[in-house]
């Protein structure tokens, strides 16, 4: 169906509060209201969000229930804990796209994941890691990743990370 854009709804899961000046829900939300602000659309208007919802898959399909009664015509879920729940939303509510945060699920209808290349900068924080142990004397490099060492996005972030610190001293054990 046809959506005129002034009548588009973009609905949001945060994980924290709307309101954070800094961190992970800040940089979402940042980012969502600028691609909206870029495209002519009024965020006062057609963001709705649901903030401070925890990784509970009820909890989850609640916001996305009220945010779907709501109009909204896309739905971002920033939370890697999200996505079962919004996998299961997706089906339920075919004509609503859902676009989650990380992840490894998606539909060929209207489920997505998007991520951002963060081990170009875990490589940046090899590097500087690295030339830290060369100044220290010390070859002994720590890194601590998230859970899940399974998933992609983790992997590649400790590669990037590793690489990094060989990049500037090939002598380094990182652990």
């Known amino acids: 169906?046809?959506?005129?854009?002034?009548?588009?709804?973009?609905?949001?899961?945060?994980?924290?509060?709307?309101?954070?000046?800094?961190?992970?829900?800040?940089?979402h939300h940042a980012g969502i209201t600028k691609a909206m602000e870029a495209?002519?659309?009024?965020?006062?208007?057609?963001?709705?969000?649901v903030d401070e919802v925890k990784e509970d898959d009820t909890l989850v399909g609640a916001a996305v229930d009220t945010l779907v009664g709501e109009g909204c015509?896309?739905?971002f879920g920033i939370s890697f804990g999200y996505l079962n729940a919004m996998a299961d939303k997706a089906?339920?509510?075919?004509?609503?796209?859902?676009?989650?945060?990380?992840?490894?699920?998606?539909?060929?209808?209207?489920?997505?994941?998007?991520?951002?290349?963060?081990?170009?900068?875990?490589?940046l924080a090899g590097i500087a890691a690295g030339l830290k142990s060369l100044e220290t004397n010390n070859n002994n490099v720590g890194y601590v990743s998230a859970y899940g060492t399974e998933y992609a996005e983790t992997c590649s972030g400790i590669n990037g990370f590793a690489l990094g610190v060989q990049a500037v001293n090939p002598d380094a054990t990182v652990y």
């Open 1 to 27: 169906s046809n959506v005129n854009a002034s009548d588009f709804k973009v609905g949001a899961i945060y994980i924290n509060k709307k309101s954070d000046t800094a961190g992970y829900t800040y940089a």
């Open 39 to 49: 495209l002519g659309m009024d965020v006062d208007k057609q963001l709705l969000i």
């Open 73 to 75: 015509n896309i739905i």
């Open 91 to 123: 089906e339920e509510y075919p004509d609503v796209i859902f676009s989650h945060a990380t992840g490894y699920m998606s539909n060929p209808n209207n489920y997505n994941n998007y991520f951002g290349r963060i081990y170009q900068a875990r490589y």
